[in-house]
């Protein structure tokens, strides 16, 4: 029996192998107890404050809005140590895998950076790393494997399948179904068997939570809407905790149209996809009719993932959430935009949601309005990427 | 009386244990994989168990999960895995045919309509790889109504609550898991978790069949010796497939001579 609820809704669950279920149950067991520790709590917040840097800000655009009586505010988890949000939830996590007196880290990583987040935890804390990462991802995220490996990690080539974060997952799962005695797997997204996306959700509500504050301080009232990216859905999820039951505030979670929906080469399977059961949950996936799990597309490697937290699946069936998607293109266009206009690189992943923030406010110039993205990541790590989609366009 | 405990009860009073191949469904293609099926029975296999290819096995090792490409490749697809089934039980009316799939491809089918379908072709068991003893009711349920039995994975550390639980819904067989990890070969020796077999036999009858690594006859003869009722053995098999799959020939030979060895190999009394 599970202490929490494993499903939101009719999504979620546990669909392991049966030898991992121990390992899954005291895994939930010390998440609670620990949310309950005095000491613990007091030893995450000061890793929070003191190494990763929070509060992270809230910046408004400066530039990007001008003509128009849209105030888009931007929550800069670029600025967090390790350049994205994942640090917030890999300190949680390492803390857990203290408590659990494992020493060893198992992690997965698309973009990287769950990856550098989990070698710098790991780094910090004396914990053993080794990462998986999908070979194509590999060579497209060459900055962040050199990364990993300075702190310490291991890197292991995914060589199965597509060699993209999927694959990446499963070979996790693999080295963890030998290892779980010893070995804490460091799952990077609200995604997964329970109690992950608990506790993900739990560890990244951390941005909801000053964002909230951040906005009453500067507005004096709350949001029309957050935007964030959705690959797994931490960010996203992490961003929305606070509003959930914030009738007004409009939660919008932006997945990767890719080359287009029509192409059939994306990574929406909230919005283009349909409930399967797939890496540990039941949720929304992208499957073939037949139900394998079909290979998914984006320019950013980080929202290349064909299923999908399932908080945001159920989010999305009692209709609290609404989800669109965007295209490579709409993203690159993006990227180059909140460069240009304020001074400031976002991820590839991000620059999705932005994409769709822009869009309300060129669909409406006139409409006052709120919105607040989530800058999830820094873009550094996609310059390369953009410079060859840009040469390519040419 | 299923065929299993038909089976069982021919080869338990000589002391042997059972002898359960595992194969993927079209690997390397359909027609060899019937022939290498039909071969399996002819030369010792006491039942089957055969995998619908998955695109994404986690609970298998590389030798496995190749298997699933080179099916695919082949053209497979669920409804010719059916095909496959009917052609196997109508030439193979006795063995029990044990299915083993990952749940997606069963909730994606209507685990109503798979479990019905099954039944029509008469399989014996369902073992779905990612689904724990916890989450299993829905299947179960379907299972039961179209008399299919369920088998569920002992692993090698498990408690006293989720033995009981296993034991009381793996009806078929109870796969009890060599150690942890994925599928593979080891050749190191097996040591049968006895603690976990005394457990199991106090509260059920159910035939406990190991599992995973095992790929020589030391082991097989081991793991019957402690009062194990039989074994299933994949990758050693598959990992024939893998290396000759374009010499239709000395595939048929090398498996016919391991299938012979390791049937050998579950006989106690000869």
Not at chain 1, 78 to 88: E, M, Q, R, S, V
Not at chain 1, 264 to 284: E, N, Q, R, S, V
Not at chain 1, 302 to 319: C, N, R, T, Y
Not at chain 2, 70 to 98: E, Q, V
Request: proline content about 4%; some cysteine; hydrophobic content about 40%.
């Amino acid at each position: 029996m599970t202490l929490l609820n494993s499903y939101f809704g009719k999504f979620g669950g546990m669909y392991v192998p049966q030898i991992l279920m121990p390992a899954l149950y005291q895994l939930e067991k010390t998440f609670v107890f620990s949310l309950k520790d005095h000491q613990f709590k007091k030893e995450l917040s000061d890793l929070l404050k003191n190494y990763a840097g929070r509060p992270t800000p809230l910046t408004l655009c400066q530039n990007l809005t001008k003509g128009t009586n849209t105030r888009i505010y931007l929550k800069r988890e670029d600025l967090l140590h390790g350049g994205a949000h994942k640090t917030n939830q890999v300190l949680g996590q390492a803390l857990l895998a203290k408590q659990m007196k494992k020493k060893e880290i198992i992690a997965e990583t698309g973009a990287g950076q769950h990856g550098v987040a989990s070698a710098l935890s790991c780094a910090l804390l004396g914990l053993k790393c080794r990462v998986y990462m999908g070979i194509k991802d590999i060579k497209r995220q060459q900055q962040n494997v050199f990364r990993m490996k300075l702190m310490g990690a291991k890197v292991i080539p995914v060589t199965t399948g597509s060699g993209t974060l999927k694959d990446a997952c499963n070979e996790a799962l693999r080295d963890w179904s030998k290892n779980y005695i010893n070995a804490h797997y460091m799952l990077g997204t609200a995604a997964g068997p329970h109690p992950y996306p608990t506790i993900v959700k739990e560890f990244q509500s951390i941005i909801g939570k000053e964002t909230k504050k951040q906005i009453l301080t500067k507005e004096h009232c709350l949001p029309n809407a957050i935007i964030a990216c959705i690959g797994g859905g931490s960010n996203a999820i992490g961003i929305f905790s606070s509003f959930i039951t914030d009738n007004s505030v409009k939660l919008i979670g932006v997945e990767p149209a890719g080359k287009g929906i029509h192409t059939k080469k994306h990574g929406a399977p909230l919005t283009h996809g349909d409930t399967g059961i797939f890496f540990g949950m039941k949720t929304k996936i992208m499957q073939t009719e037949e139900g394998q799990i079909k290979e998914s597309w984006s320019i950013s490697a980080g929202l290349d993932f064909p299923a999908v937290g399932p908080e945001h699946a159920w989010l999305d069936s009692i209709k609290r959430a609404t989800y669109v998607s965007v295209t490579d293109h709409e993203a690159i266009h993006a990227f180059q935009c909140l460069s240009k206009s304020e001074g400031i690189i976002p991820a590839l992943e991000c620059s999705h949601a932005l994409a769709y923030a822009l869009k309300l406010m060129k669909s409406d110039p006139n409409k006052h309005q709120v919105l607040i993205v989530n800058i999830s990541g820094r873009g550094d790590k996609d310059i390369k990427t953009v410079k060859n989609f840009l040469k390519n366009s040419e | 009386m299923n065929r299993y405990q038909k089976l069982y009860k021919t080869l338990i009073p000589f002391k042997n244990g059972c002898f359960i191949p595992f194969l993927i469904l079209g690997d390397p293609s359909i027609n060899i994989s019937l022939k290498i099926i039909d071969l399996l029975i002819e030369n010792g296999a006491d039942g089957l168990e055969l995998g619908i290819p998955f695109s994404d096995p986690l609970a298998d090792g590389k030798i496995i999960q190749n298997a699933n490409l080179r099916a695919f490749s082949s053209g497979i697809n669920i409804y010719k895995c059916f095909k496959m089934l009917y052609d196997i039980r109508k030439k193979h009316k006795n063995i029990p045919i044990g299915l083993l799939s990952y749940a997606n491809l069963i909730f994606k089918f209507g685990i109503k309509n798979f479990y019905l379908k099954c039944s029509d072709i008469d399989i014996d068991s369902i073992l779905i790889a990612d689904l724990p003893v916890e989450e299993s009711y829905s299947f179960r349920k379907y299972a039961k109504i179209y008399h299919i039995s369920p088998v569920f994975i002992c692993p090698p550390d498990a408690e006293q609550e989720i033995i009981t639980k296993i034991a009381r819904y793996s009806t078929g067989y109870i796969y009890l898991l060599s150690r942890s990890g994925v599928t593979g070969i080891d050749n190191k020796i097996i040591v049968p978790p006895l603690h976990l077999i005394n457990k199991l036999k106090k509260i059920t009858n159910v035939p406990i069949i190991q599992g995973f690594g095992i790929s020589n006859t030391k082991q097989i003869k081991k793991i019957v010796l402690s009062g194990i009722s039989g074994i299933i053995c994949g990758s050693i098999i598959i990992q024939l497939i893998e290396q000759h799959s374009h010499d239709e020939e000395i595939l048929i030979q090398k498996i016919k001579n391991l299938s012979l060895s390791l049937k050998k190999a579950t006989k106690i009394i000869e």
